[in-house]
């Protein structure tokens, strides 16, 4: 498998295509098996050498115990950036892979050229964000849950998440494996090895990546937010604060555009990554 | 190449991609994650495999969208056969 050892830890990742180089970063609990299912490397690879990676604890790379605020997870970024000899890269971040997209941004500047972000949520920016703890995507998981007799309770608490899922018999297991059916089966299976890390808690902390120091970001931030998004009010502070932050909003999607309209998205994406790689 | 030989291939694969893992006999109707128990980083994992095994690149993305699309809740051999027929 290829893989590279970065920051103390080992990660696995994938490279497609040649060209200008595009890095793909998952959401915390999925992997890069997110880009493959939704055909997003095979469409990029006709024009970018376009390279994915599990962030640490998930998916195929290694899972230590800590490391996992969005500073550490940048630090991975650099140093496979480095070890991969990759040029000035353009990022395109799901979610928390979005923070970790401006956070390696920010901290190593020579690295990233521009960055699109999907529907990410900051740590930095929750005192203007009131949807956070609230989101549409925890009351479908919580109300999934509920059917085996699990209560994740009404905000947020991807420890709570975790833990709980480790705990399950073997017979509830089954049962929300069956719910999330062939596709979701691995997203769960995640979970449970989680629990063993301080990853829940950690994903949430600012770690450095206040509001003032978004908005003092200096490269391209596209900001493709979801329509029915829990995050529409970063959107805006994003497109106010960020001095070259453009923004487009992905129809009939609530978090995840690349699977709920993969169309729109991966079109947005070409797009955008064809004004970054200009 | 016929869907056997393909299909031989691919259970061999499977078998040194996974080797800690037991895997049922196989034929066209087997399903990959019902089945063989495998996740969607698997699949990555195997298809890189492949691409080595083949010797060159084969566009997986595509061929899973292309599932997703068709609203299938999980990959047959029997598919994935007549995917590696088409493109090796």
Known sequence: MPEVEVNGTRLYYQQAGAGPDVLLVHAVTSNQAVWMFAGLVDALAQDYRVTTYDLRGHGASERPQSGYTSAAMAKDFAELHSALGLGPAALVGHSFGGVVAMHAALDYPQTVRGIILSDSFFPGLKHIEPNFGKMNIWADLRATFQKVGVDLGDTVDFTRLFRATAELSPENFKTLEDIYGAFGRGWLRQLPKLAETNCGDEVLEVAGLTAERISGMTQPVIALYDEFSPFLATCEWLKKHVARCSVEIIPNAKHLALVENTPAFTDAVRRHLKALTL | ?88
């Open chain 2, 1 to 88: 190449m016929n869907s056997d030989r393909i299909l031989s291939d691919l259970a061999a694969v499977v078998g040194q991609t996974f080797p800690d893992r037991d895997f049922p006999p196989v034929d066209l109707e087997s399903r990959a994650f019902a089945d063989l128990g495998l996740a969607s980083i698997d699949l990555v994992v195997l298809a890189e495999r492949l691409e080595l095994h083949y010797g060159k690149k084969l566009p997986f993305g595509m061929f899973l969208k292309g599932l997703r699309e068709r609203g299938a809740d999980d990959v047959s051999l029997g598919d994935l056969v007549a995917f590696l027929q088409h493109n090796v």
